[in-house]
């Protein structure tokens, strides 16, 4: 019973190259942001235009669901 337990224990979820690529970006977008917003007088809105500009996103909203995405993600220790 309890090997059972173990291996379901060690059972990651699978993901396709593209899912752990684009998690990858999306975790990089995550640390670019809390890395230039820690410097004390930074801007979101101008935070954010530096990192589309950088990253080739073409919105702010998307910036913010990748943020939302990557921080869920950390919080269930999905990470690597």
């Keep these: 019973m309890q090997a059972k ?3 379901t224990e060690q059972i ?5 190259r593209f899912r752990r690529t ?13 890395e230039l917003m820690s410097v004390p007088g930074a801007m979101t809105t101008q935070v954010e235009e ?17 943020r939302k995405r990557a921080e869920k993600r950390h919080q269930n ?4």
């Design 77 to 80: 220790g999905q990470t690597k």
């Design 22 to 34: 684009q998690e990858a970006k999306e975790d990089k977008v995550f640390n670019m942001y809390n």
């Design 5 to 7: 337990m173990a291996q």
């Design 12 to 16: 990651k979820p699978l993901k396709t």
């Design 50 to 66: 530096i990192i589309m500009q950088k990253m080739k996103i073409a919105s702010r909203s998307t910036i913010w669901s990748i």
